[in-house]
């Protein structure tokens, strides 16, 4: 009985940060859309043109990348399943009081690679996106 809730808290601690990192796309791609729809017809100045630019090439990016990140979610899924499976099978107790596996799992490297990126692309396009409203604004 404990273990049952202690496995519904680690299974739903991993659904909630996939979760946010599909928030965080949505989101992005609704700031993407609103930026394309809103743009001046003629840029005033070189700079404020190359940074819109930048700032729609950095949201492309960093949707990309966390599109990438999510399709780990079916392999932790799966791990974690197989791991909890593995332990019913043999009646052995890999799984502790907490809920967690005792053989511990790892999202892989690209995908961990995956979300650096996109954490860094998002957050240079919004530099970029202030930074272009500072120009148009002067």
């Known amino acids: 009985m404990m273990k049952d809730r202690a496995l519904d808290a680690t299974q739903s601690s991993i659904y909630w940060y996939y979760d946010y990192v599909k928030h965080l796309t949505t989101i992005s791609i609704a700031l993407l859309g609103l930026l394309i729809t809103l743009k001046p017809d003629t840029f005033q100045d070189l700079i ?12 492309g990016l960093g949707i990309l990348f966390s599109l990438a990140f999510r399709f780990s ?9 197989s791991i909890y499976l593995r332990s019913e099978r043999n009646n052995e107790d890999q799984i502790n009081d907490t809920g967690e596996p005792d053989e511990p799992f790892r999202i892989g490297s690209a995908y961990r690679f995956c979300w650096a990126l996109s954490i860094l692309c ?5 530099i970029s996106l202030i930074a ?3 120009v148009e604004i002067l």
């Open 48 to 59: 404020a043109s190359y940074l819109f630019l930048a700032t729609i090439i950095l949201l």
């Open 122 to 126: 998002l957050s240079l396009s919004i």
């Open 132 to 134: 272009y409203a500072c």
């Open 73 to 81: 979610e079916g392999d932790v899924r799966s791990e974690l399943a």
